[in-house]
T-cell receptor
C-alpha cells in the first residue's frame, strides 16, 4: 500500500525567506504526486501535481516541487514566502489500481506553516 | 460553474441519530470519493466510487455507508453516529486518464460534530 510522510509537523519561516517542505512517499510504481494547501477554515486548493516528464514542476502562487525518484521525495519550495502563505500543506500520492489517483489519494499528515513578520 | 457541492456545511447532532451528508458534482466525473480530516492525521479516504452502483472501501470505512445511484450524487450515510466521527468531511470527484493521471476536485467540506 502507498504511504506519504511529511516529517515536519510545524515549520516557522520569516516573511521573505525561502521555504522547503519535505515529502517522502512509498509506492510500488511510478507515483502521481500532488501538493495541496488549506488556509484556515478553508477547503483544499491544488498547488501543483506531477504525473510524468520534467521532474521540476511549477505551480500556482510561486510554488515549485521537485520529484526525486532516487530519494522517493517530492519537496515543495518557494523562494520568498509571504504572510498569506501561512496555512496547512498536504502532500498526496495517487492511490489505487491505476496509481493515477482516479480512485482517490493517500495524504500525508500535513505541515503547518507559520510565517513570522 | 464546475463544482462539487456538499450539504450541509455544518451539522451538530447527537449520538445514534442517523444522518446523510450529500455530495453532488456537475462535471460528469465517473470517480468520486469521501475523506475525513482530523487534526494531526491529514485526510483519510472513507469510500470511493468508480461509477454508478460501483463503490469500494477506503482506509477508514467503519461506521459509514455510501451509495451511487446517479453519476452526479454520492451521499455519505452515518447510520448511528458516534462522537469519534466528529470530523471535517470532504467529498471529491476526479477526472483524467490513466496515462496523464487524475485530478481531484474537492467540495468545500462539511464540519460534523456528534455529541
Amino acid at each position: 500500500a502507498q504511504s506519504v510522510t511529511q516529517p515536519d509537523i510545524h515549520i516557522t519561516v520569516s516573511e521573505g525567506a525561502s521555504l522547503e517542505l519535505r515529502c517522502n512517499y512509498s509506492y510500488g510504481a511510478t507515483p502521481y504526486l500532488f501538493w495541496y494547501v488549506q488556509s484556515p477554515g478553508q477547503g483544499l486548493q491544488l498547488l501543483l501535481k506531477y504525473f510524468s516528464g520534467d521532474t521540476l514542476v511549477q505551480g500556482i502562487k510561486g510554488f515549485e516541487a521537485e520529484f526525486k525518484r532516487s530519494q522517493s521525495s517530492f519537496n515543495l519550495r518557494k523562494p520568498s514566502v509571504h504572510w498569506s502563505d501561512a496555512a496547512e500543506y498536504f502532500c498526496a500520492v495517487g492511490a489505487g489500481l491505476s496509481g493515477g489517483g482516479a480512485d482517490g489519494l493517500t495524504f500525508g499528515k500535513g505541515t503547518h506553516l507559520i510565517i513570522q513578520p | 460553474e464546475a463544482q462539487v457541492t456538499q450539504n450541509p456545511r455544518y451539522l451538530i447532532t447527537v449520538t445514534g441519530k442517523k444522518l446523510t451528508v450529500t455530495c453532488s458534482q456537475n462535471m460528469n466525473h465517473e470517480y468520486m470519493s469521501w475523506y475525513r480530516q482530523d487534526p494531526g492525521l491529514g485526510l483519510r479516504q472513507i469510500y470511493y466510487s468508480m461509477n454508478v452502483e460501483v463503490t469500494d472501501k477506503g482506509d477508514v470505512p467503519e461506521g459509514y455507508k455510501v451509495s451511487r445511484k446517479e453519476k452526479r450524487n454520492f451521499p455519505l450515510i452515518l447510520e448511528s453516529p458516534s462522537p469519534n466521527q466528529t470530523s471535517l468531511y470532504f467529498c471529491a470527484s476526479s477526472f483524467g486518464t490513466p496515462r496523464l493521471g487524475y485530478e481531484q476536485y474537492f467540495g468545500p467540506g462539511t464540519r460534523l460534530t456528534v455529541t
